[in-house]
């Protein structure tokens, strides 16, 4: 699946995976990660990678110096920055 596409569950688990967690052991907490929903899993991620979220149109994109293409769009500001977590990491292991 694209990373344009992740959502839910597949996104999470691509999130917990580029930072090197085991998605199924999570080091987070007793339950299951929800970056792409939880402000306090995916808030410190936007922060800590200076993920630029912001609305256009109406709809929420995020951009990041190290993903390409640089706006990545979701429904809401947290599954777009986790979409270009994912795509920033994803590209900087394939450089």
Do not use: H
Request: charged share 25%; glycine share 8%; net charge negative.
């Amino acid at each position: 699946m694209k990373t344009r596409e992740l959502t839910g569950t597949a996104l999470d688990m691509a999130v917990a995976r580029c930072q090197g967690l085991d998605y199924w052991q999570p080091e987070i907490g007793p339950s299951e990660p929800d970056y792409s929903t939880d402000w306090a899993q995916g808030g410190p991620i936007i922060e800590r990678e200076k993920i630029e979220v912001f609305i256009r149109a109406g709809k929420w994109f995020a951009s990041s110096s190290l993903s390409k293409p640089e706006d990545f769009y979701g429904e809401t500001p947290l599954i777009a920055a986790m979409r270009c977590y994912v795509a920033s990491v994803t590209e900087e292991n394939e450089a």
